[in-house]
């Protein structure tokens, strides 16, 4: 039985935690812990830490897995069950959760109150950045191989290339790259 597509992309989960004042120090210990933990776990594709801005104790965590089956093994497992009684005096206020299956991390959840989405222009222009030379250098690469083949199984071996590579490889270092540009000016203050 094939399994939905949506099972088998990558997922990436979002928390959000407020830290009590006084315990960042103590969080960042924990959060070093948690990424130990995490580097060991199957289908762990990468962990990154958005920080508070000083004066503010709101971090945000992006934990990646390369599937369903894998985010859902992590989320029943004991190594988080004790993470999270771990880290649970070291926190004030609620700890939100959002999963993002798909290519979704790609870019900042929309409607996200911590992680605001870039202007859909910047998004495409980077998307545009990315999988030009991609897709220029697959076709420069497999196209004297795959030549003699009909268009649509040319297009297919290209895109099962050139899909994995933008997910996994391309999109992660453009968004790292121009993480400064895809940032949203925060609200001003009326």
């Known amino acids: 039985m094939t ?10 989960i979002v928390v959000r935690r407020r830290v009590r004042a006084g315990q960042e120090a103590a969080y960042e210990t924990w959060l070093g812990a948690l990424s130990s933990e995490l580097a060991h ?4 594709l990468g962990l990154g830490v958005i920080r508070p801005a000083p004066g503010e104790r709101n971090y945000t965590m992006v934990v990646r897995f390369t599937d369903f089956d894998s985010a859902e093994a ?22 939100t959760i959002d999963k993002q ?7 900042t959840p929309p409607g996200s109150p911590t992680l605001r989405q870039p202007p859909r222009w910047k998004m495409v222009l980077l998307t545009v950045l990315a999988l030009y030379p991609t897709s220029l250098l697959v076709n420069l690469t497999l ?21 994995p590579t933008m997910t996994y490889l391309v999109m992660p270092l453009i968004t790292r790259g121009f ?7 925060a609200p001003t203050q009326a």
């Open 3 to 12: 399994r939905p597509a949506e099972l088998q992309d990558p997922v990436t």
């Open 41 to 44: 776990f199957s289908g762990h």
């Open 74 to 95: 992590w989320e029943h497992s004991a190594e988080r069950a004790r993470c999270l009684a771990e880290v649970e005096p070291l926190l004030d206020g609620e700890t």
């Open 101 to 107: 299956p798909g290519l979704e991390f790609w870019f």
């Open 143 to 163: 196209g004297p191989l795959l030549g003699h083949l009909p268009l649509v199984v040319r297009v297919l071996f290209q895109s099962l290339l050139i899909v």
């Open 179 to 185: 993480a400064a540009w895809l940032s949203p000016p």
